[in-house]
């Protein structure tokens, strides 16, 4: 079946420094990708999408890149401050399914 | 704006207890609703999501259940809770080609 990997668990920066966070997913038939965010003890956060018509997009600090490709999304977090530290979380989705697939997620830990 | 609302928070429940948490929605009409369960450092494993009222596809066989009695409510249930039930269950709507609008969430331990 379906699965969306992220290629590390944990990440670890130094605050201002820009944040990285890979992530694969391997149904070819997924047209939507999404990035969220999850703090201790809270629900997931959106924090920016992209469909399969583009390769990037970009946010407030936050940029998307997808590589179909390869089947690769990656989320890219400029100049990365203390409060970025969190769990992220990427998702696939075929629009006709209408569900989402997680991967298990990235912690990132920003140093003051 | 549209905001979701998920209770309890938190439940410990004892193993062969019943189980009921709601999820409502408000703001919005005829969302797609989902129950996820979370294992500690897991991801998001999508449990039954509803199209419309009366309408639950099941994602995975266990001794949960879900029903859509309105339109923008969503209720989680079991029967008889095991030991592996516990775990962070997540309700989510959307509106269709767009992101997961999650609630806060129900802490469940089972003890």
Known sequence: ?????????TLSVQEGDNSIINCAYS?????????????????PQFIIDI?????????????????????????????TQPGDSA???????????????????????VKP | SQTIHQWPATL?????????????VEGTSNPNLYWYR???GRGLQLLFYSVGIGQISSEV??????????????ILS???????DSGFYLCAWTGGKSPLHFGNGTRLTVT
Request: charged fraction near 20%; charge should be positive.
């Open chain 1, 1 to 9: 079946g379906e699965s969306v990997g992220l290629h590390l668990p």
């Open chain 1, 27 to 43: 149904n070819s038939a997924s047209d939507y990708f999404i990035w969220y965010k999850q703090e201790s003890g809270k629900g």
């Open chain 1, 51 to 79: 469909r399969s018509n583009m390769d990037k997009r970009q946010g407030q600090r936050v940029t998307v890149l997808l590589n179909k490709t390869v089947k690769h999304l990656s989320l890219q977090i400029a100049a």
């Open chain 1, 87 to 109: 769990v992220y979380f990427c998702a696939e989705t075929s629009t006709n399914a209408g569900k989402s697939t997680f991967g298990d997620g990235t912690t990132l830990t």
């Open chain 2, 12 to 24: 410990v429940q004892p193993v062969g207890s019943p189980l009921s948490l709601e999820c409502t």
């Open chain 2, 38 to 40: 979370q294992a500690a």
């Open chain 2, 61 to 74: 066989p266990q001794n949960l259940s879900a029903s859509r009695p309105q339109d923008r409510q969503f």
């Open chain 2, 78 to 84: 079991s029967k008889k809770l095991l030991l592996s």
